[in-house]
């Protein structure tokens, strides 16, 4: 039906321009009343029927699009945000992670100080305790073979006085031995 | 155990008996049979020889008489026979020491066994006895045994304490003070 009326409106129209040409001069410009009036109503009505259909789902079209861009940019916005709240939980996460590492050496470092300085104490410890040890096991054996020599020249100085002794008991020294010995017992009381 | 107490039983029987014996023929058998018993325990050997039971009797008193016929009594001499006959070769010190001690206590006095490497005389005897009386408080019966293992000096034994006066000994102790 809108087919029709625009038909017919282009048709009026084209007989309108040739009455005007006929008429020439200024009615050649303005169109001819009933043309204006057949362009008016078909306008009106392509407007209402704009107005009434095309419009509001154009609206509607349009209100979606920006309801969606809109949430798109909220969307953006938060995944912003997210990303912004991210970094810079990354970021105390690596200052913490750089701290704590920090500390980690620094616990490190102070233990092997401190396992070093007692390792030095005790190998000092241990070197004195051996160079102790050493001197007394060399003082020790020292006095034990000066012991083992003044022993062995001992009995070598008796043996070789019992055998002097012993090789010149006559018989007159038996007897005097034997009168010394009843002379002690006789001053025992 | 029991051999050693059966044993001790017979050292004593044995010394009883010729303590009865000595006692009618004198004390001098006492001495005699002491000095002849410890001298032939000296030599091993020789107790090896009259311990052995395969070897006759006779000839076992053959070498008794041989050995002390002439520096004993015959009342020694037999006393000796008789114990070597007896099986008691072995024992023949255990049985003089005995007997030396039954004597002695019989007296009222203790036996000194004397070790010297040569013989007293009785003068030395004499102040010995004197000597030990004294320095034991005992009356004391010396009894002398010449052995030459003794260098120089005298050895006493009464009861068990010992008296070491020897030579030996000193130079042992001169070791140990050194040592």
Same mark, same amino acid.
């Given at each position: 039906?809108?087919?029709?009326?625009?038909?017919?409106?282009?048709?009026?129209?084209?007989?309108?321009? =040739?009455?005007?040409?006929?008429?020439?001069?200024?009615?050649?410009?303005?169109?001819?009343?009933?043309?204006?009036?057949?362009?008016?109503?078909?306008?009106?009505?392509?407007?209402?029927?704009?107005?009434?259909?095309?419009?509001?789902?154009?609206?509607?079209?349009?209100?979606?699009?920006?309801?969606?861009?809109?949430?798109?940019?909220?969307?953006?916005?938060?995944?912003?945000?997210?990303?912004?709240?991210?970094?810079?939980?990354?970021?105390?996460?690596?200052?913490?992670?750089?701290?704590?590492?920090?500390?980690?050496?620094?616990?490190?470092?102070?233990?092997?100080?401190?396992?070093?300085?007692?390792?030095?104490?005790?190998?000092?410890?241990?070197?004195?305790?051996?160079?102790?040890?050493?001197?007394?096991?060399?003082?020790?054996?020292?006095? !034990?073979?000066?012991?083992?020599?003044?022993?062995?020249?001992?009995?070598?100085?008796?043996?070789?006085?019992?055998?002097?002794?012993?090789?010149?008991?006559?018989?007159?020294?038996?007897?005097?031995?034997?009168?010394?010995?009843?002379?002690?017992?006789?001053?025992?009381? | 155990?029991?051999?050693? =107490?059966?044993?001790?039983?017979?050292?004593?029987?044995?010394?009883?008996?010729?303590?009865?014996?000595? =006692?009618?023929?004198?004390?001098?058998?006492?001495?005699?049979?002491?000095?002849?018993?410890?001298?032939?325990?000296?030599?091993?050997?020789?107790?090896?020889?009259?311990?052995?039971?395969?070897?006759?009797?006779? !000839?076992?008193?053959?070498?008794?008489?041989?050995?002390?016929?002439?520096?004993?009594?015959?009342?020694?001499?037999?006393?000796? =026979?008789?114990?070597?006959?007896?099986?008691?070769?072995?024992?023949?010190?255990?049985?003089?020491?005995?007997?030396?001690?039954?004597?002695?206590?019989?007296?009222?006095?203790?036996?000194?066994?004397?070790?010297?490497?040569?013989?007293?005389?009785?003068?030395?005897?004499?102040?010995?006895?004197?000597?030990?009386?004294?320095?034991?408080?005992?009356?004391?019966?010396?009894?002398?045994?010449?052995?030459?293992?003794?260098?120089?000096?005298?050895?006493?034994?009464?009861?068990?304490?010992?008296?070491?006066?020897?030579?030996?000994? !000193?130079?042992?102790?001169?070791?140990?003070?050194?040592?």
């Amino acid at each position: 039906m809108l087919m029709n009326l625009s038909l017919n409106v282009i048709l009026a129209t084209e007989a309108t321009t =040739t009455s005007t040409e006929e008429s020439g001069g200024i009615a050649l410009l303005l169109p001819a009343p009933e043309e204006l009036i057949a362009g008016l109503i078909a306008f009106v009505i392509i407007f209402m029927v704009v107005w009434k259909f095309a419009l509001p789902a154009l609206n509607q079209t349009l209100e979606a699009r920006q309801n969606e861009i809109k949430a798109r940019l909220e969307s953006a916005e938060k995944s912003k945000e997210e990303a912004a709240t991210l970094l810079s939980d990354y970021q105390a996460q690596v200052a913490g992670a750089k701290d704590e590492a920090a500390q980690i050496v620094a616990d490190a470092r102070d233990s092997g100080e401190a396992v070093k300085a007692d390792i030095e104490s005790r190998a000092e410890a241990e070197a004195d305790t051996i160079k102790e040890r050493g001197h007394e096991e060399v003082v020790a054996e020292r006095d !034990r073979v000066a012991a083992d020599l003044r022993r062995q020249v001992a009995d070598l100085s008796i043996d070789v006085a019992e055998r002097v002794v012993v090789s010149n008991l006559d018989t007159e020294a038996q007897r005097a031995l034997v009168d010394q010995y009843i002379d002690e017992l006789g001053g025992v009381q | 155990m029991e051999n050693e =107490t059966a044993q001790a039983s017979y050292v004593d029987g044995y010394a009883s008996g010729l303590l009865g014996i000595a =006692t009618v023929e004198g004390e001098g058998i006492v001495d005699e049979i002491y000095s002849a018993a410890l001298a032939i325990n000296g030599h091993a050997e020789l107790i090896d020889t009259l311990a052995d039971s395969r070897v006759p009797t006779e !000839r076992k008193q053959g070498i008794i008489d041989e050995l002390l016929a002439a520096r004993a009594s015959k009342v020694t001499v037999a006393a000796i =026979t008789f114990l070597i006959a007896a099986g008691q070769a072995r024992h023949l010190d255990e049985i003089a020491k005995r007997l030396a001690y039954l004597a002695a206590e019989a007296e009222g006095e203790v036996v000194a066994e004397v070790r010297a490497p040569l013989e007293l005389d009785a003068d030395q005897i004499d102040r010995l006895t004197a000597a030990l009386s004294k320095a034991t408080g005992l009356r004391v019966q010396v009894k002398v045994i010449v052995d030459p293992s003794v260098i120089g000096g005298v050895v006493t034994k009464v009861g068990d304490t010992v008296l070491d006066g020897s030579v030996q000994n !000193r130079f042992t102790e001169l070791r140990e003070q050194w040592g």
